[in-house]
């Protein structure tokens, strides 16, 4: 992507990304803009240059990538800023998170979920997001400023169809024989 950005918004840090998926897959993550709005868009890097990207944000907003996270089941969580328009840049008093999952389907097609809004507008920084491999739940994590400056978080959902491996049972100890870490 090549676009014209004087205040260099979007060439902020995290505004491209790329993640290794556990099926060996790369997605590749990144802001541009479109039509007058910087929008999120990705795909799988073998294919980002020769295939259309899927656009993760809303076209018709502002957003600029702030992370990329790789799950556990194949697919990767994107989170991003989104605010109004100030003149042609953001107003950072007013700045939304957005997460969605990405993953890619048969003949290396990249799908997302409908994104969700993790935090309303307002003086929110430093957005990361990272996804716990126990689970697959995604958790996002950012500063406030402003009055009351705190550190927020929110925890999302595991993605479908995501089955974690059972823990395997204890190992029974038996007194007699040679203890079973010892056998090579």
Do not use: C, M
């Amino acid at each position: 992507a090549s676009f014209a950005d004087p205040q260099q918004i979007g060439h902020s840090p995290g505004s491209l990304d790329l993640v290794r998926l556990s099926t060996e897959n790369v997605v590749l993550a990144w802001t541009e803009v479109e039509h007058g709005h910087y929008v999120i868009r990705a795909g799988p890097a073998a294919f980002a240059g020769r295939r259309p990207a899927t656009l993760l944000s809303d076209a018709r907003g502002q957003a600029v990538l702030a992370d990329l996270a790789a799950g556990s089941a194949g697919e990767a969580v994107a989170l991003w800023k989104s605010a109004p328009p100030r003149g042609n840049g953001f107003d950072l008093q007013r700045t939304e998170l957005w997460a969605a999952r990405v993953f890619i389907e048969p003949h290396d097609r990249l799908a997302h979920q409908a994104p969700d809004e993790i935090a309303p507008s307002g003086p929110n920084a430093d957005p990361s997001v990272a996804v716990d491999p126990a689970d697959d739940n995604a958790v996002a994590v950012w500063r406030t400023l402003g009055a009351h400056r705190d550190v927020e978080y929110a925890v999302g959902l595991g993605a479908a169809g995501y089955r974690p491996t059972p823990i395997a049972g204890a190992v029974k100890t038996t007194s007699a024989g040679t203890h079973w870490l010892r056998i090579s």
